[in-house]
């Protein structure tokens, strides 16, 4: 076989994404708060780019149609890859030709970027870095910050802080000791861990320590009957709490209150009261310290009622861009033909990024409204009558109306919550597939998981109804559901079986 070269043309069309196309995606996705954190790097590492204080609708928008230049194929930042000392004496170039009386003066109402200028001007990164919430302290530091308070020798101290770096974040040693005498990189027995664990045991919450459930809870009633106030413990039957939490938790959790009423001794009323003070304990104790993954809600957009017109109404929330806008200075240096070409090259970069971010974010914000004008006019019914009437939208239906393409309109729901009169719901909530019912009308899978939800908590709960009964009940409002269904639906919603849901 032989093995040749040659050249050869052939025509093709192939689809690329431009550097300004991907940003513009990126910038789709962004949710609302993620958006404000791009758009204060851009302000940290784009010179051309101001924020003015003041009304946003006062400020005149930038001009984003003039000295484009061929965009987009140029590079969306300055080369990361150099050792960039080319661009810093621009920047030093740039801030001689600030400290000219003609440019300072007029744009004090400016909070610029960077004013390589001014020595007066304290410095931003400082400032962020003065005004960034200190970090929350977890667990394990404040468990070592209460064990430096307890007395005891020094041995069993260096034994409590190996047990402590084994804690779970529930507040769980779920080691056994053994294992950590063997493990530990500190010289530490078996005697001297056991006489840490029960200081460990201790601190703050209660339940700190425990091995498992039932200890974590007994450790914590416990305390309550020693250090709790009157009105505290008044309600408590400290003897039938210890005896459900020591054999009957299984029981309780397949709700047999009648075998754990024969197996004590006490009225099924009784077992009722002390699994109701049993409530008021807490079974994850280290959750109560520690850092907080929740993050906030902030809605992209509000939907109100507008009475005067009949309609729903699309309120967009501040768009945090609104203050943005480009310097004059810096475009007007970028045209000064005394400023050497390299200088200009560089302002003139950094001048088409920042209409590139401008032009992502008006055009995310654009789409955006679009998709929730598309899901507001086909989810009326949800606004007016609840969540049961909640309809089928599939994303490529709202993608074919809005002339774009489906994974836009994915990325634009991404994240994103908008506001409505029945409460702030995710913006993909009402993109969904469905069902038909008896009377040929669409229904979404979350309308069909209402229902259910609905007929569950209309059921008598002294006799729950079964999955088969619930298909039944699904069967008589015209939906038809098999019993796998109704089970994995259930399930979802976090209702439990029907010996578990019936009430005594």
């Keep these: ?109 400016v909070r610029r970027t960077s004013d390589w200028g001014s020595d007066s001007d304290r410095d931003r990164k400082m400032d962020a870095m003065a005004n960034t919430a200190a970090a929350e302290e977890s667990l394990a530091e404040n468990l070592l910050n209460q064990w430096s308070l307890i007395e005891c020798p020094e041995s069993i101290r260096r034994a409590g802080e190996v047990i402590i770096t084994y804690i779970d974040d529930d507040g769980y040693l779920r080691t056994p000791l053994e294992t950590i005498v063997a493990e530990s990189k500190k010289p530490v027995t078996l005697e001297e861990l056991q006489e840490a664990l029960k200081l460990v045991k201790t601190l703050e919450p209660p339940g700190i320590g425990a091995r498992d459930l039932a ?6 009633l416990d305390i309550l009957e020693s250090e709790g106030d009157l009105e505290d413990i008044a309600d408590h039957d400290f003897d039938l709490e210890r005896q459900l939490v020591t054999h009957h938790l299984r029981d309780l959790a397949m709700n047999r209150y009648p075998q754990i009423s024969r197996k004590t001794g006490a009225s099924i009323e009784q077992i009722k009261h002390a699994v109701k003070m049993l409530g008021r304990l807490t079974p994850h104790p280290g959750r109560l310290i520690g850092r907080s993954e929740n993050q906030p809600i902030t809605p992209d957009a509000t939907v109100w009622f507008n009475e005067e017109t009949g309609k729903y109404e699309i309120e967009m929330a501040r768009d945090p861009s ?49 998709v929730i004008r598309a899901v507001v006019d086909a989810q009326k019914d949800f606004f007016e009558k609840g969540p049961e009437y909640l309809k089928p939208l599939p994303m490529i239906q709202v993608a074919d109306q809005l002339g774009i393409h489906v994974a836009t309109v994915s990325r634009a729901v991404s994240e994103k919550w908008i506001q409505t009169p029945r409460g702030i719901f995710p913006l993909r909530r009402f993109f969904s597939g469905g069902t038909t019912n008896a009377e040929g009308e669409d229904m979404s899978w ?58 005594y």
């Design 446 to 503: 979350d309308a069909v998981k209402e229902k259910l939800k609905v007929i569950i908590d209309n059921e008598d709960k002294r006799n729950p109804l079964n999955d088969d009964e619930i298909v039944e009940k699904m069967r008589e409002q015209g939906i038809t559901l098999a019993r796998r269904t109704v089970a994995k639906y259930r399930k979802i919603l976090n209702i439990p079986t029907a010996r578990q849901r019936k009430e």
């Design 1 to 109: 076989m032989q093995l040749t070269q040659t050249a050869s043309l052939r025509q093709e069309l192939r689809q690329l994404l431009t550097p300004r196309m991907i940003q513009s995606m990126e910038i789709l996705q962004l949710p609302l708060l993620a958006l404000e954190e791009r758009i204060e790097q851009e302000l940290q590492t784009n010179p051309v780019l101001e924020m003015k204080e003041g009304d946003p609708d006062s400020i005149e928008p930038p001009d984003l149609s003039t000295d484009r230049g061929d965009i987009d194929h140029q590079a969306l930042v300055v080369d990361e890859g150099s050792s960039q000392a080319e661009d810093f004496e621009r920047l030093a170039k740039i801030a001689d030709y600030l400290e000219n009386e003609e440019y300072s003066p007029q744009y004090n109402n």
């Design 322 to 370: 609104s203050n943005l806008t480009l310097s004059q200075v810096y475009q007007k240096m970028m045209k000064d033909k005394q400023i050497d070409k390299k200088t200009r090259e560089f302002l003139g970069n950094n001048v088409r990024n920042a209409r590139w971010l401008l032009e992502s974010i008006e055009q995310r914000r654009g789409t955006i409204q679009r």
């Design 215 to 220: 200890e974590c809870l007994l450790i914590q």
